[in-house]
């Protein structure tokens, strides 16, 4: 006894399934006309395999070999025996499910916020209540634009995975793009897996080749599969834009847009820029946009101060409602609440009990003791600094820019630590001594290209390096200005015991570090119980600087065992990071420190076995300091989180610091 489907050959809706030339799609879209035969109808299917095309418009009363099957058909019996109890049990149990499903039925007047939802029963994840509020807002949209700006920790992505499911389950969208950080996409393929069981294929240039290789030269993986995810820097690149726009190309007299639905995680990083041109992301983003019906922005700092940088954010999301402005109107102010979704876990801890999420301290501020010559370091800075600015006072608007960025690009790396304001002053001494002399434009060109996001580290180090080295060859138009101030640091640096000679600053050991003192002591606060390490415990540390991680590395496995210090930075293979992670958070590995830099700062959960950061450094973007500290503080920690950052009176930079801070 076999079960069939009832195959019913009408006029086809949409919403349903119909197998065509021996691929099954479903019905996105019918046009009917009167030709000279009679009515015939213009079908849109979108496929549901791999192959391609994705999609084709087919006359349907043309076509041969056409199956139709209704969403509400069941299977029927082919014989005259009664059905095995096995098969109607399986009858029975996909009968309930089908009834739970809220497909929409085209000649039903219901509202849509009436429906039953069904994605968070067909996802292996434990839903709280406050996540349903993004999949109902979203459901309620003819064209859902959601900015779900919800607190660090709170589940943005299980959110945006619900939101997909019920509309990949009520057949409202089918391509789906998922835009991430580089070092987030290996998260996001799994994460969408194993709670949602939807598969994801990465885009890159390996994948892009292995396709090449396989359907032929002129394969285009934009076009090739319906679920995507891939990074927003790999994206930016002009040769794959191109390919991906190439591949948005539809039929003409096509009623649909040619993706469906976008995703894009850490969208703050693609935000426009207050002044000045925008950068490569969010231009990149402005093009993508359109291309989609359905658009989904994801971050925890969607402001960064600047109204512009927000609104134009949010014309890039919902151009219907926003426009970039450098002032909210009291209407635009009431749109903001249709499109933004944000809630703070002490919001959600306030509403419920027991609490959900676990109380962090306020940041415990870890004095330091400098020593004289560390002093003497930071008073030689201040010098150095005061004359610069004195200099430039009564220069030109892009001579002062200048100024501001030299003072700038070595005063953050002091604040770091020593090795690394010592290696960017020995680019900078070298400059110096250069027979070129770099223009206004030069360092206007360097300070650009330091601020643009690259996701690599190291690729970041070496701007740095070179930035140092133009604003040292810029510097020498005052150097017989600057005699004394260039002399007074020298002197600091050598009566610290770094030598600038030397190509291998990160190698040196200061004569005296009051930071990695205080950090030291601080693992055996933490980490320790009667002189041992204890097992239940584990640190964060992150800094700034990829040379502040190179330097604590070597002087924390000169105290520890190696095999005790992780490390986590932008650029690094991504298996290799995801094998970090799991480490990490394995209560049976020996690790007892994780070292990252802010690569390390966005989507990554790491609460599961640690629950104290320490900033060895601290950035001036305080929306940074909170992704940071959402690694840990976030939902699913089961204890009190810890935050701890260094605090002076003896050094101006970080007591203001400690302000920004708290």
């Known amino acids: 006894m076999t079960i069939a489907s009832r195959q019913i050959l009408s006029i086809p809706r949409v919403g349903m399934f119909a197998t065509v030339r021996n691929r099954r799609g479903v019905v996105s879209a ?23 095309p994705p999609e084709d418009r087919l006359l349907w009363e043309l076509e041969p070999h056409k199956n139709l099957l209704e969403p509400t058909a069941l299977p029927v019996s082919a014989g005259t025996d009664p059905m095995p109890p096995e098969d109607f049990d399986a009858l029975l149990r996909a009968s309930r499910w089908i009834a739970a499903t ?10 849509l916020d009436r429906l039953p939802i069904s994605s968070p029963f067909h996802g292996a994840v434990q839903v709280e209540d406050f996540q349903l509020v993004p999949l109902l807002k979203a459901l309620r949209m003819p064209r859902v634009n959601l900015l779900i700006a919800d607190d660090v920790g709170l589940g943005k992505t299980i959110e945006a995975g619900l939101i997909l499911s019920e509309l990949l389950l009520r057949r409202r969208i089918q391509r789906v793009l998922v835009l991430t950080p580089a070092s987030l996409r290996l ?35 934009w076009r090739s599969f319906s679920r995507i995810i891939s990074s927003y820097h790999y994206l930016r690149q002009d040769d794959v834009l191109d390919q991906f726009m190439a591949a948005c190309r539809t039929p003409e007299g096509s009623p649909h847009l040619p993706w469906d639905l976008l995703i894009v995680d850490e969208c703050h990083n693609l935000m426009p820029s207050a002044f ?33 940088c927000f609104t134009g954010l949010l014309e890039i999301l919902d151009p219907v409602r926003f426009s970039k402005t450098d002032e909210f109107k009291p209407a635009e102010r009431r749109r903001v609440q249709h499109v933004v979704l944000r809630r703070l876990k002490r919001e959600i801890n306030a509403r419920t009990s027991p609490a959900k999420f676990c109380d962090r ?37 892009h001579r002062r820019r200048a100024g501001n960025f030299a003072v700038e690009v070595l005063g953050k790396r002091l604040l770091s630590c020593p090795i690394a304001f010592a290696e960017s002053w020995r680019r900078c001494k070298e400059g110096l001594t250069e027979e070129h002399v770099a223009a ?88 320790t119980c009667d002189g041992a390490f204890r097992d239940d415990e584990r640190l964060v540390v992150f800094t700034e600087y990829k040379t502040t991680l190179d330097y604590l590395i070597r002087r924390l496995r000169e ?69 940071r500290n959402g690694r840990l503080d976030r939902h699913g920690q089961a204890r009190d989180v810890s935050v701890y950052h260094f605090v002076s009176d003896q050094d101006q930079d970080l007591r203001f610091l400690s302000y920004v801070i708290v």
């Open 30 to 52: 019918v046009e009917p006309f009167d030709g000279d035969g009679g009515r015939l109808h213009l079908v849109y299917l979108e496929y549901k395999d791999d192959q391609f």
């Open 102 to 111: 809220p497909y929409l039925d085209p000649d039903s007047d219901g509202p």
């Open 187 to 221: 998260q996001w393929r799994d994460e969408m897996w194993e709670k949602f069981s939807l598969s994801f294929n990465l885009v890159d240039r390996a994948e892009t080749h292995l396709l090449r290789k396989r359907l032929g030269m002129d394969a285009n993986p």
């Open 276 to 308: 000045g041109d925008d950068s490569d992301l969010c231009r990149m983003l402005r093009l993508l946009a359109p291309q989609f019906e359905h658009r989904i922005f994801l971050s925890a700092t969607p402001h960064n101060g600047h109204t512009q």
């Open 361 to 397: 301290f306020r940041p415990q501020a870890l004095p330091l003791p400098l020593t004289e010559h560390e002093v003497a370091l930071s008073k030689a800075f201040d010098t150095f600094r005061t004359a610069i600015r004195k200099l430039m006072g009564s220069g030109a608007r």
């Open 440 to 527: 206004e434009a030069e360092v206007e060109a360097v300070r650009r290209s330091l601020q643009k996001d690259t996701g690599d580290d190291r690729e970041t180090q070496t701007r740095e390096s070179t930035a140092s080295g133009v604003v040292g060859a810029w510097l020498k138009t005052f150097e017989t200005d600057l005699v004394g101030e260039i002399t007074a640091l020298d002197e600091a640096l050598s009566h610290l015991g770094i030598e600038l000679a030397t190509d291998d600053i990160v190698g040196q050991t200061p004569l005296s570090d009051a930071r990695f003192d205080a950090l030291a002591a601080l693992v055996e606060k933490l980490l």
């Open 559 to 627: 105290c520890y065992p190696a095999e005790r210090i992780l490390t986590l930075f932008g650029g690094m293979d991504e298996i290799e990071r995801d094998l970090v992670k799991q480490a990490f958070n394995d209560p049976a590995h020996p690790a007892w420190i994780l070292l990252a830099t802010d690569a390390a700062a966005e989507g990554l959960n790491l609460q599961r076995t640690a629950r104290y950061v320490m900033h060895y450094d601290c950035p001036w973007n305080p929306s940074r300091l909170e992704q």
